[in-house]
């Protein structure tokens, strides 16, 4: 148990002092939150008046990708390609433990954005409504799924594959995913098609349960549950840790 949390501690601040993880966790989220909450230019579902409303979930949904899927993707890849995580996996804290501890912070480090993105979007004039333990399992669920596809790609690409590979997708989900614009704008079946991913699914759930009277449809939550499956399964069928 000292080891794991120990080994937690390191993780979370490994990533804390790097500074593209800083930019990419906390940075972009905030900056996008900002600008878009100013400057009202985006399109906007209807019944909703403005900007920091809609945005603020989507937003917190993109945290949760941001961390879950590209920083620990990323990590994950040059670690194994320097044979850091084939060292780590053969001491006395064993490769469970290590990736539990690579779990644990990938929690707080979400934990540290929500309060962040929170603080801003009320700051920004949001007033949050609806269920954020809902709200949380449904980032719990979401987690689980882009943590599977950042470890996929990691597990079984060179480093650099895995960068290059990780960022297309973090922008090809961000675009599809109903963080910045609303999903209900896209024509019919790329609507169809970005609901199944995990950021569609897990922007839907969000938007619905922190807001006022707000429904989450069940299909959302299958879509997180399947990804939740199967991207972590996919993960460690595939991984190699050398």
Do not use: C
Not at 37 to 60: E, R, W
Not at 72 to 77: E, K, S
Request: glycine share 12%; charged share 10%; hydrophobic share 55%.
């Amino acid at each position: 148990m000292s080891g794991w949390r120990a080994q937690t501690r390191a993780e979370l601040k490994m990533t804390l002092r790097r500074g593209d993880s800083v930019l990419l966790t906390l940075g972009i989220p905030v900056g996008l939150l900002v600008f878009f909450s100013l400057v009202d230019v985006l399109p906007k579902p209807a019944g909703v008046s403005d900007a920091v409303t809609f945005l603020a979930p989507g937003i917190l949904a993109l945290a949760v990708m941001s961390t879950a899927m590209v920083s620990l993707g990323i990590a994950t890849g040059f670690e194994r390609q320097y044979g850091v995580l084939k060292r780590l996996g053969s001491t006395p804290l064993g490769r469970p433990a290590l990736l539990a501890a690579k779990t644990s912070a990938i929690v707080l480090l979400e934990v540290i954005q929500a309060a962040v993105l929170v603080g801003a979007a009320v700051a920004l004039g949001w007033d949050p409504h609806g269920n954020p333990f809902l709200a949380a399992a449904a980032g719990l669920l979401a987690t689980i799924g882009f943590a599977g596809l950042g470890l996929l790609m990691a597990g079984t690409l060179r480093a650099e594959l895995t960068l290059a590979a990780a960022n297309g997708l973090y922008l090809v989900l961000l675009l599809l995913g109903g963080m910045v614009f609303p999903l209900d704008k896209l024509p019919g079946p790329l609507r169809a098609f970005s609901r199944a991913l995990p950021s569609g699914a897990l922007s839907d759930a969000l938007h619905g349960t922190l807001a006022s009277a707000g429904h989450v449809p069940g299909r959302a939550w299958i879509v997180l549950v399947i990804w939740a499956v199967v991207a972590p399964v996919a993960a460690a069928a595939t991984f190699r840790w050398e």
